[in-house]
């Protein structure tokens, strides 16, 4: 597997942005689709996010759809999430993830490699 590391995580005012980053190491993530999930303090884990392997496709939670943004960067082994006008609900531990697919799909089954998770708080 993947070892991946999230970082970018922290407090920030509602309506405002922090940029999340996922690291790769050990392994190239290269040419599988790439996801964000999200867990807020108990609640279930939560899709996010989603870009293909070759970053042509992109998906994400009806949530946050127009706010945040998922992108790639495969010679940097690396995936990005930009989260703007951040709301309370926002509020959660953010998760990177590889899928086993080159495609999207966005069941967590779907994804084999995790992080360990960088929290975001979003004050009101």
Known sequence: QVQLV???GGLVQAGGSLSL?????????????MGWFRQPPGKEREFVAAI????GSTMYADSVTGRFTISRDNAKNMVSLQMNSL???DT???YCARSIFTYIVTTMSAFGSWGQGTQVIVSS
């Open 21 to 33: 980053s996922c690291a790769a190491s050990g392994r190239t993530f290269s040419r599988k689709a």
């Open 92 to 94: 959660a531990v953010y």
């Open 52 to 55: 293909s392997w070759n970053g």
């Open 6 to 8: 999230e970082s970018g």
């Open 87 to 89: 709301k309370p609900e």
